[in-house]
């Protein structure tokens, strides 16, 4: 018996994910023929989808890491986003693609939205593997999109409960919470 076994339920296999991660990966390399594409990947949630949905975009791209931080960890946000990385390089005249895990609330990204346009980039765009329409606190309009999720408190592919649980291969949920 795995180690999450006892404690998760898979919600979104393995190869649902992948699949999607390539039709993303697909329209992507479409939409951004000829532009030059810089990934923004949001720590650490991101980081699995980004570099799966990364393999498969067909385009001489480049990658950027941005780390925010609201949840500390448990099952609820803080509210308070905190960059706790910041990008390498200027983010002006960019054409941007935000890689995201899960628009829950929403908070953390009506903050990155605000803080890159800030930044002036030639385009700004936002792909999340998940969206939860039921915990929404504001409006975020997402580019590209895996999966809408019922309420329930997510881990795997990237998603932490107390930091643990992020290298599931796939999108589980919690027993219990
Ligand atoms: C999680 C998740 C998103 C954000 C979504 O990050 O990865 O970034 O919360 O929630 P929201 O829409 O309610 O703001 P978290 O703060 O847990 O940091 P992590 O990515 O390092 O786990
Ligand atoms: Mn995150
Ligand atoms: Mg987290």
Known sequence: ?????SQVGVLISEDKLQARVRELAAEITRDYAGKDL??????KGSVFFAMDLAKHIDLP????????????????????????????????????????????TGLTMQFLLENLRARHPASLKLCSLLEKPARARTKVDIDYKGFVIDDHFVVGYGLDYGEVY?????IGVMKGK
């Open 1 to 5: 018996m795995a180690f999450y076994e």
């Open 166 to 170: 992020r290298n599931l291969p796939f």
């Open 38 to 43: 810089t990934l923004v990947c949001v720590l």
């Open 61 to 104: 791209l480049k990658l950027e890491f941005l780390g925010v931080s609201s949840y500390q960890g448990g099952t609820e946000t803080t509210g308070e986003v905190r960059i706790t990385t910041d990008v390498s390089k200027p983010m002006a005249g960019k054409h941007l693609l935000i890689i995201e895990d899960i628009i829950d």
